[in-house]
């Protein structure tokens, strides 16, 4: 395995810009050694042979964990709109926030 691309403070203040975090020029580069040695973490993880292994969703067998299905009263939909701030078409209106300029 190869040794992975070296994190750079570009990187960083990118993955920052991506995640509209507003970071100080001091935080990004403290940020990017301590991203550098988790990747590095992982990095060595990620070279373990773990082909030996049995695959495991949990460390303990689970058997019906899950309760059944049943049908039960819900609350009535016009008592419960009627509580909301605002409704619109018999549904909960809120504000939006896809396309929203940041």
Known sequence: MSDPTPLSAADV???AVLARLNLTDEEVERFTGQ???ILGHA???AAL????????EHPLELINVLR????RPSLDRAEVL???PAVADHRFLV???VGEEG
């Open 13 to 15: 203040a990118k993955v």
């Open 35 to 37: 991203l550098a040695s």
């Open 43 to 45: 990095a060595d993880l």
């Open 49 to 56: 042979d773990l082909s030996a292994l049995k695959v495991t």
């Open 68 to 71: 059944t299905d049943e049908v």
């Open 82 to 84: 009627s509580q909301a």
């Open 95 to 97: 504000p939006q926030i």
